[in-house]
């Protein structure tokens, strides 16, 4: 999945970051209100996550535009303010769930997927489809049975298309859902990602359909 962090305290967002990339997900980080808004601007993300006091304003009113725009990626709010006021304010003005700081990095995942399986309206992560069972907080995959070892961007490739099967991704879109801002990727990397993932699903019912020109999409038969 890929996540937004918006943290001014670069040892803390170093942490979260290296953490959250060992998961296999990517992650970008904006140090301050403009440059989050620019990211937002810029892609899509399955997960925000919002510290309250930053350099050049208050998280709060990100939230607050960021709702007002009907944009609907689920926000967690990192604080450091304990006040049971502060949390309302936050909950209030959008946010699906909150964090005070200093808090263990095992607890922030656990929120993060309680939070998406939520904002899904799933009770559960796991996505089942042509033969193939996906857990993609796990990273795990299995096809007919069988346990499929798959890398960290093929996976991610994987969610991708199956959170959309029979919609047609160009190599941009894709480019933008696999690798972070500070990728420099040559568009022709999503060829190799893709050809790996479709022998992995040669046994599925499932197949990448290639529209010369225009990009990729998930058929099932």
């Known amino acids: 999945m890929k996540f937004l962090l918006v943290e001014d305290s670069e040892a803390l967002a170093h942490a979260v970051s290296s953490r959250m990339r060992q998961d296999g997900h990517v992650i970008d980080h904006a140090a301050n209100l403009a440059d989050a808004r620019a990211f937002v601007a810029g892609t899509e993300y399955d997960l925000i996550l919002l510290d309250i006091m930053l350099p050049d304003g208050d998280g709060r009113a990100f939230l607050k535009q960021h709702r007002a725009s ?33 808090f263990d990095h095992a ?11 939520r904002t899904s309206g799933q009770a559960q992560t796991t996505i089942a489809m042509g033969g193939l069972v996906f857990d993609p907080v796990a990273g795990q995959l299995t096809v007919r049975g069988q346990d499929v070892a798959l890398r960290n961007r093929e996976l991610r490739l994987l969610e991708v298309f199956l959170n959309a099967p029979g919609q047609l991704f160009s190599k941009q879109k894709l480019t933008d859902r696999l690798f972070s801002f500070d990728h420099d990727v040559s568009e022709n990397a999503i060829e190799v990602y893709v050809g790996r993932l479709r022998k992995h699903l040669e046994q599925s019912d499932l197949k990448i359909t290639t529209f010369r020109g225009l990009g990729y999409r998930l058929d099932h038969g």
Request: hydrophobic share 40%.
């Open 107 to 117: 607890e922030l995942e656990a929120r993060c997927r309680a939070v998406l399986r």
């Open 70 to 102: 009907d944009l609907d990626t689920p926000v967690i709010v990192l604080t450091a303010r304990s006040q049971v006021s502060d949390r309302i304010d936050s909950l209030d003005l959008g946010a699906d769930d909150y964090i005070t700081k200093p």
